[in-house]
């Protein structure tokens, strides 16, 4: 099965911050994929930076629902330095 991509620069700009966008994605494109046995790729390109709630919104039910396992259903691509320290922080309380 080909995995979901989700561009997300293409829905929030280069400014990943609406955390109702972000809610808007995970339980109508995210969980629904997962639920199906798909996989979901969330590509950072053209996203400058983001919020923490952003993130959070975007992806910490996964990762608590489904602990570390999630990471073998999600794939994060294109996350420059802010970004990517973001998904980590959110990534490492979601699972605790």
Known sequence: ????????S???????????KAR???????LPTLANGGHVVLDFADVDSTTQSFVHALISKVFQDRGEKAFDLIEFKNCNGPVKSLVSTVVNYSLD
């Open 24 to 30: 808007a994605l995970r339980e109508k494109q995210v």
């Open 1 to 8: 099965m080909t995995p979901l991509t989700i561009r997300i």
């Open 10 to 20: 293409d829905i929030t700009g280069d400014f990943a911050e609406n955390k109702d």
